[in-house]
């Protein structure tokens, strides 16, 4: 079936430092790409999505291109920010093969003031 | 606010007791999701209705149970509580199958 793999992290950076969380995916269809944060008490919301090969999602200075060949979101940003600690999951939702969402493990980023 | 309502946001029953969760989805949203997040297991996925009906099943215990009904809000029935069933549990829902998921805040279950 369909899955998820990311770097679990935690991940610990210095506020303005580059981000990049690794995301690779296993699907028989041709599945749309999420990024989801969750903060800290709180549950998860949208970061950018991806609906097709080549096409780069971004919001809040995040960005992830979706790559076919590699089978690869990851997620990256060039500066972050103390209030971008979060956990970030990475998902899948793959109409083709009626998949609900599948979502990676997690990845925990403190950004260290 | 992802317009995606569930109640309670805090639940402590015993074990062995049965509590039911609901959710709320979006205006417009067909699909119901629920999921169950522990601190040692991650997001697990647990089941999925679309318009009224089941639409896939994760990994959902027999002493779970869920629908929705026709004004497309949705239930999740836990019963015969154990400790282990402790968890973080959100309804999420989306228009369509591989549109996004909007994610609720969540219900804390504590089983004691």
């Known amino acids: 079936g369909d899955s998820v793999t990311q770097m679990e992290g935690p991940v610990t950076l210095s506020e303005e430092a580059f981000l990049t969380i690794n995301c690779t995916y296993t699907a028989t269809g041709y599945p749309s790409l999420f990024w989801y944060v969750q903060y800290p008490g709180e549950g998860l919301q949208l970061l950018l999505k991806?609906?097709?090969?080549?096409d780069k999602g971004s919001n809040k200075g995040f960005e992830a291109t979706y790559r076919k060949e590699t089978t690869s979101f990851h997620l990256e940003k060039g500066s972050v920010q103390v209030s971008d600690s979060a956990v970030y999951f990475c998902a899948l939702s793959d109409m083709n093969y009626g998949q609900n969402f599948v979502f990676g493990p997690g990845t925990r980023l403190s950004v260290l003031p | 606010d992802s317009g995606v309502t569930q109640t309670p946001k805090h639940l402590i029953t015993a074990t062995g007791q049965r509590v039911t969760l609901r959710c709320s989805p979006r205006?417009?949203?067909?699909?119901v999701y629920w999921y169950q997040q522990s601190l040692d297991q991650g997001l697990q996925f647990l089941i999925q209705y679309y318009n009224g009906e089941e639409r896939a099943k994760g990994n959902i215990l027999e002493r779970f149970s869920a629908q929705q009904f026709p004004d497309l809000h949705s239930e999740l029935n836990l019963s015969s509580l154990e400790l282990g069933d402790s968890a973080l549990y959100f309804c999420?829902?989306?228009?369509?199958?591989?549109?996004?998921?909007?994610f609720g805040q969540g219900t804390r279950l504590t089983v004691v």
């Open positions: 205006s417009g949203d067909l699909s």
């Open positions: 999420a829902s989306s228009v369509d199958y591989n549109t996004e998921a909007f």
């Open positions: 991806a609906t097709k090969a080549d």
